[in-house]
């Protein structure tokens, strides 16, 4: 059957807009996906299909762009290669750079290890060299020193949340002193809400591992620049939701919504993520969310 035939049986049977909104997000593979079902299952299938693409992925809570990033990162972290890849063309089509793609694992890194990290970073490599668009990503490289160079202590001290006692301050300074500027600069810049319980625990059982892990993560990956604090913060709730991992879930929640995410942004992820990880997980981010912004005050933006 030719491949209008078949776009035009699907309409005919089920939602049009769905399956416009399929093909438009994956036109590769859409209508393999859909036939099988359909062969198999009329009733799951309009069902699926008016949930997904005629009602998830129609939403305009979150930006594609944005919603396509924090998918990309949700299916490295389940181990979900095919999809991964299959999804990488989409999140370009959306308006994604190829060099904020290849971000996407490489800051996934922190959060499921270099392994699997890396497999996402070939497939990226791979998809992009597919497309013609490798180039992109080879003449955008940041240089070897990355973005030290253009930064600055006292710069970022003007953009550090205000220490809540003279002992917090003592503390950053004893950081600084011990482990260098440019990993606790970022660390208190974006995550000073959380507990300091973790990098005490390991200042004082290894910390010549606490210096590794400062200046990998926060002097390194997290100031690269090229996804910005709000998308990256997103990702990671994302990430930590995919992962069932409810402490960190929460602090990156928190700081998603510090670092310029609307609370009605990190729903959206929370539910787009319904999808990818099921409802139970979701659910409950939910009840988590709105504690937190009734915490902060911002209940009224949900």
């Known amino acids: ?75 490295l972290a389940l181990g979900e290669l095919e999809e991964f890849q299959q999804q990488i063309p989409t ?31 070939r497939i990226c490599v791979r998809v992009l060299e597919r497309l013609g668009r490798l180039d992109e990503i080879t003449d955008t490289q940041l240089p070897l020193e990355g973005r030290m160079p253009q930064r600055s202590l006292a710069e970022e001290r003007t953009r550090w949340p205000a220490a809540k006692s003279a002992e917090e301050t003592a503390w950053r300074e004893r950081m600084i002193e011990k482990y260098g500027w440019s990993g606790v600069s970022t660390r208190i810049r974006t995550q000073n809400h ?51 991992e409810p402490v960190q879930l929460a602090n990156h929640i928190r700081g998603a919504m510090l670092l310029g995410a609307t609370p009605r942004e990190v729903l959206e992820v929370i539910v787009q993520s319904t999808a990818y990880v099921g409802m139970p997980a979701t659910v409950q981010t939910v009840r988590v969310l709105d504690r937190i912004a009734r915490e902060e005050g911002r209940a009224s933006e949900l």
């Open 1 to 75: 059957m030719k491949h209008e035939d078949r776009i035009a049986r699907l309409k005919q049977k089920y939602d049009p807009a769905a399956i416009d909104n399929g093909m438009r997000l994956r036109p590769e593979d859409f209508l393999d996906e859909v036939e099988w079902r359909d062969r198999i299952d009329q009733h799951y299938t309009r069902a699926w299909l008016e949930f997904t693409y005629g009602g998830l992925f129609m939403r305009s809570g979150l930006d594609e762009r944005t919603r396509l990033l924090v998918a990309l990162a949700q299916f």
């Open 91 to 121: 999140a370009l089509a959306a308006g994604a750079t190829p060099r904020e793609v290849l971000e996407i694992p490489l800051q996934s890194t922190v959060y499921i290890g270099y392994i699997r990290a890396s497999h996402g970073a």
């Open 194 to 244: 959380q507990s300091n319980e973790a990098i005490d625990t390991y200042d004082r059982v290894d910390p010549h591992y606490l210096k590794l892990w400062y200046d990998f993560i926060y002097g390194e990956l997290y100031p690269r620049g090229i996804i910005d604090d709000r998308t990256r913060l997103l990702m990671m709730v994302g990430i930590c939701l995919a992962l069932d």
